[in-house]
């Protein structure tokens, strides 16, 4: 409908999560028409980050270094190794502030449906890593989710055979949640984890 | 937090309407980890886009040809033409279909407040287009928005005196709209404007 470069760009702009044809229309006449600038700088970020961008030597997480930054830093604790699913699930842990430790990352979760077995989530690096680095606890904080929870159970008896402690994150009721509005799952997984005061 | 060339088109995807950080966080992570090459065609489609696209000699459409694919079509009354705001304006009034004329696309409308004049949206142009063809009506299709309405008396009066017919398009309750869920504006414009049956 409108002329072929426009088209094109429309087209392109659906591999964006959560945007349809009519999203990807509004953004596209948007940047032409009031952001030239913005649309240029985009396409360099994402053509040097495409081409950059690969994975941390030793945390798997994404970077165009060859260690990130937490993987880099001395201070960081090399006691504690906490394997997540994605580098978005780092930030979330580091801005809560509390870890000192360093991370895996699968960027991924088994999913036999979905074809992604252990080598696609770099299984065998996290024995190697357990092999090679003196790690006392490896703490599990795959999601909550029917896969999360299968993936946490296979690194843990990966785990337990090179005889390092395996720990899971809590899961229950949130700070600051009210139990009205708490899911039944959740609430059930609070009672059955319930601790003694 | 992340490394400089994620945290750079991070900051560059903010140019997209509508995205903020965490959805700019959720794009270039889903994007490095499933979707590069849809990134790299991105990013080609937006500097091709950035840099070809331009706007219609005739219209001010946009397009990267001289003239866009309705000015150019003979088969369009040229006696017809229709005054919109944006491109978007003339897909969803071509989507119609019944409209066989040709478009004039101002690429905004008169907002003093935003500094946006009546040079910025092409009236000179569109002056000397009146002059030039031979156009028997003019229908103003702006947006029914204060902006709108303005822009539409100001074209109305240069359009009178080119001795061109103006009319407007009516605005009043949508088809298949209930009256109980229509807002007051429209309903006082709707009674406003009746017509003899």
Redesign the interface.
Known sequence: ??????D??I???R???GVGPKSA?????????H??E????????????????SRCDRCRT????AL??ICANHRRDGRLLCVVE???DV?AI?QAGSYQGKYFVL?GRLSPIDGVGPADIGVDQLVQLLADESIEELILATNPTVEGEATAHYIAELAKAAAVTVTRIAHGVPLGGELEYIDGGTLAHAFSSRQAL
Do not use: K, N
């Open positions: 409908m409108f002329s072929p470069l426009i094109e760009l087209q392109s702009l591999c964006l999560p229309q509004r953004i596209a006449l948007h940047l032409l028409e952001d030239r913005g649309a240029a700088t985009l396409a360099q970020s994402l053509e040097r980050a495409a081409a950059g961008v994404l970077t165009e270094q990130c930054g994605t580098p978005a930030l580091e960027l």
